[in-house]
């Protein structure tokens, strides 16, 4: 196994271009170090009702759209399943027909 020390893995992600990798750079270096450094810690709790709510949505949100693309990926899966097993009984079906036709002449 390989193990990552958290100091290089921060150095690997502010190094990263990838859009995943940029949000999380723009949280730590926006909010997360500004917090720590006014209040000498961060703690992500809500700083209002209003606030709450926003992150409370924001959370459903994000479990929905993960559910909407287990489900699709469950169905692309059966789908290639599908698809791949008709492709080896069409194959399978020719390659008896030939073997009949071959039969069948001798």
Known sequence: MIFVHEANLYKCIF???????????????????????KTGGYSHIPKSY???????????????LAEKEMH?????KSWIGSHREATAMATASAKVREANKFKDRT
């Open 15 to 37: 190094q990263s271009r990838k859009p995943e990798a940029e949000k999380f750079q723009d949280w730590v270096t926006e909010e997360v170090i500004p917090e720590i450094r």
């Open 50 to 64: 209003s606030e709450a709510l926003r992150l409370y949505a924001d959370e459903v949100e994000r479990r929905e």
């Open 72 to 76: 699709k990926a469950i169905r692309e």
